[in-house]
C-alpha cells in the first residue's frame, strides 16, 4: 500500500506530465485561458487515464505480451508490437464515449472543448501514460493508481494555468508577453516549481 501511495505522489507530482515530461502542452496551452475550462479538461483526463491505463495494461498482459498465449500452446508469440495501435484504438474508444456522455448531460462543457476533446484521442499525455505502464511494467493495481494519479497531476497543472491567466486578463502587460508569451513564461516558471519535486523524490 505504501508503494501504491508513493507512485500516487510521484506520479502526480515528481513525473507530472506537462512540467516534467512536456507531454500535453497542446491542450495545456490552448485550454487554459479560462478556470472553468481548465477544470473541464482536468475532469477528462483523470477520467481517460484512469480508464486507458489499467485498461490497456490488462489487454497487453493478457493478448500482446510476449509469452502471453503460453495457455494455448503457443509460447513464442509476440504481439507488442501492436501496442501503440491498441493503445491508440483503446483511448479513441474512451474518447468517444466520453464525448457522447458529455454531449447527453453537459452539453456546455461539451461545447467548450469544441474541437479539443476529439484532439484527446491523440493527447501524448494519455498515450504517454499507458507506455510509460509498459516500460516499468506495472501491474494492474499500479497501473491503475499511475493513470489516476498522472491525470490528476495533469488537471492540478492546466487549473492552476487557468487560474493564472483568468488573473493576469486584468494585468497591464507588456505587448510582447499579452496571450501566448506570458503562457510559455508561466509554463517555464510552473515547470521549474515542479522539477524540485523531482529532486526530492530523488533516493
Known amino acids: 500500500m505504501a508503494d501504491l501511495a508513493s507512485l500516487f ?23 487554459s485561458r479560462r478556470t472553468e475550462t481548465a477544470v473541464g479538461l482536468g475532469v477528462a483526463v483523470i477520467a481517460v487515464m484512469g480508464v486507458t491505463v489499467p485498461l490497456n495494461q490488462l489487454i497487453y498482459t493478457a493478448v500482446l505480451a510476449p509469452g502471453a498465449w ?27 464515449l466520453l464525448e457522447m456522455v458529455l454531449e447527453r448531460y453537459l452539453p456546455k462543457v461539451q461545447a467548450a472543448f469544441g474541437a479539443f476533446l476529439p484532439l484527446l484521442a491523440i493527447h501524448c499525455a494519455i498515450l504517454g501514460g499507458s507506455l510509460f505502464m509498459v516500460e516499468r511494467r506495472y501491474d494492474l493495481a499500479e497501473a491503475a493508481v499511475y493513470g ?44 521549474l516549481g515542479f522539477s524540485s519535486f523531482a529532486q526530492m523524490a530523488v533516493p
Do not use: H, K
Open 9 to 31: 505522489f510521484r506520479a502526480m507530482f515528481a513525473e507530472n506530465m506537462p512540467l516534467t515530461y512536456f507531454l500535453g502542452l497542446c491542450t495545456f496551452l490552448a485550454l
Open 70 to 96: 503460453t495457455w494455448i500452446g503457443m509460447p513464442g508469440l509476440d504481439l507488442s508490437y501492436l501496442s501503440l495501435l491498441t493503445f491508440i484504438g483503446v483511448v479513441a474508444a474512451s474518447i468517444q
Open 148 to 191: 489516476v494519479s498522472s491525470g490528476a497531476g495533469f488537471a492540478i497543472a492546466v487549473i492552476m494555468l487557468g487560474a493564472i491567466r483568468t488573473r493576469l486578463a486584468y494585468a497591464d502587460l507588456p505587448a510582447g508577453l499579452r496571450g501566448l508569451g506570458i503562457s510559455f513564461v508561466l509554463a517555464g516558471m510552473m515547470s
